[in-house]
């Protein structure tokens, strides 16, 4: 008897986990609207709010699935201490985790764009090994696209890298 009833349990307990399942998460707020909040908070110097606001996107764009969300909120959680001053710790390890799960979601959906953007992004932050490999994935991705102009995008994007890695070496000379 116990069995039969904890069988209809544990199927619902797991239908709630399945990815894609419309009733897993209830409706609330996208991602980009936590953006909005972050920025919103960001603007009354209040880093307590800013904070609660990122997560919240973050997890929005989590279960958004698409890597565009996660670029976004990898470069907010930048902001934050960059406007506030009051978080000790550095935000890069936050933001590269934001960018690595972009990354593999544009390789995921075969996204040239989305791969281009993370490579950017690792570039802004002064990591141009990561920036170099992800600009090869963004490379391989447009070769399989027909789109003739996002592989022109990539290949300008490219040498505009190669130009900032050139300069920073540089002025560390």
Not at 83 to 108: D, E, H, N, V, W
């Amino acid at each position: 008897m116990e069995i039969r009833r904890a069988v209809p349990m544990a199927l619902l307990f797991l239908a709630a986990l399945a990815p894609g399942c419309a009733d897993a998460h209830p409706p609330g707020p996208t991602w980009s609207e936590h953006l909005q909040a972050v920025d919103d908070a960001l603007a009354r110097d209040d880093a307590s709010a800013a904070l609660h606001a990122w997560h919240g996107g973050y997890s929005a764009a989590l279960r958004n699935g698409t890597w565009l969300g996660l670029i976004e909120l990898g470069d907010a959680y930048l902001r934050i201490p960059a406007i506030t001053g009051k978080f000790p710790s550095s935000p890069k390890p936050i933001a590269r985790q934001a960018y690595l799960r972009a990354l593999l979601r544009a390789q995921a959906q075969s996204s040239a764009q989305g791969a281009l953007l993370v490579a950017i992004a690792f570039a802004e932050l002064g990591d141009s090994q990561v920036a170099a490999h992800c600009m090869k994935i963004a490379e391989g991705l447009a070769l399989q696209q027909a789109d003739s102009g996002v592989r022109e995008q990539v290949v300008l994007e490219r040498e505009r890298l190669a130009r900032r890695v050139a300069a920073r070496q540089d002025s560390r000379r």
